[in-house]
């Protein structure tokens, strides 16, 4: 099938028009709220979007702490800051969606532009900063939702520690939020990876990590999975004392990773809109630069707690090799953002009947049989 996304609306959204990338997400939002909200089970609106985005099938349907994903591929964190397109997701066919990441205080995030293509790498750089409406705003919003109509994937919600709170109170600022919205998602990621936030990523540090787990862990009602998102700039020594701290401290599971610092081997050397530097700009890269160095933390991840920890993937996942790599190097599960931006929403399909065809390939029955397979072959 062509892809109409692909053939007429990429050509336009990253010609040389230098539309702004942020403002079309705004657009993106706001219509994919209109869907979701719009449409029910049997509306031809969704009926449509099921028949064009999702596929679905047994063999790629899997079960993680209690959860079931009925498939791997899922919505990776930032593109839904605020829940408001949270019913549209499983339509488009993501087998799992994380809203946030939401702090406990709205705040604006960083000044505009923040938010940058670099199409020649198949990348984005950002430096939003945690623009959001807050948590409590979240939790009303996702209420109304749930009580209409219940989430048909697991969802996860992705915590970050608001810009006015100091750096030593921030575990009692992810608890609040974590109280907040407890209630309405699947799984929570404690995130302190994100470049754009000043100070953050020293929260990586056990002796910070440890407390904010234990602040989450003490109001966790609900037993609700709690996982950690990281970066891929930590040294390996770094990564050894999370994920031993995840299997004393009772992490759920590691989110391997989010947007990178470093700027090597990138062809771009200025941004379209503003003729600046690459190298000079703040901002964390994300895509296809970010493939390899995702992959290799997974495989390690996965090699040293020797496949107990879940982990879910991401980071320059475009086509259904890429998700393949990630599932055999070690990750449960895998998610997308600057892939789905470049190839548009028929991509999640094409990903999953690609992965239909690998396991048909290495003889195996399910996607669970796959999780790590290259540590074993
Ligand atoms: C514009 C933009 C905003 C992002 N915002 C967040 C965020 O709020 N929280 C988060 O954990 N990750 C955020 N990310 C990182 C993604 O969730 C993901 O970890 C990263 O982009 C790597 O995946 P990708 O190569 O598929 O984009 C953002 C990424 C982009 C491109």
Redesign the pocket.
Known sequence: MKDPYRQFLRPVLFSGLKLD?ELL?GYAIRTLSYLGRLGTESSWQTQWMQQQFCFTSPRLSQSCWGLTFPNPVGL????D?DGEAALVWPWLGFGLA?L??VTRHGQPGNPTPR?FRLVDDG????R?G?N?QGATALAGRLEQYWRDRPARIPMGI?L?KSKVTPLAEAAADYQASFQLLQPYGDYF?I?V??P?TPGLRSLQSVEHLGEILTALRAVNNSDKPLLV?IAPDLAWADIDAIVDLAITGGLAGI?A???TIARQGLKTQRLAQTGNLVAAEAG?I???P??QR?TEIIRHIYSRTQGTLPIIG?????TAADAWEKITAGASLV???????YEGPWMVRRLLTGLLTYLDQADLAGIGDAVGLSHRR
């Open positions: 990338a997400h990776a964190a930032g593109f800051k994380e946030g990441t938010l990348a984005v750089l950002n939003m945690f959001n992705n970050g990621v995130n990876s994100s754009n998102k989110i990773t989010n947007t964390g994300s895509g296809l970010l493939q995702s991401v980071g320059g996942i475009f998610q997308t953002y600057t892939g789905w931006l």
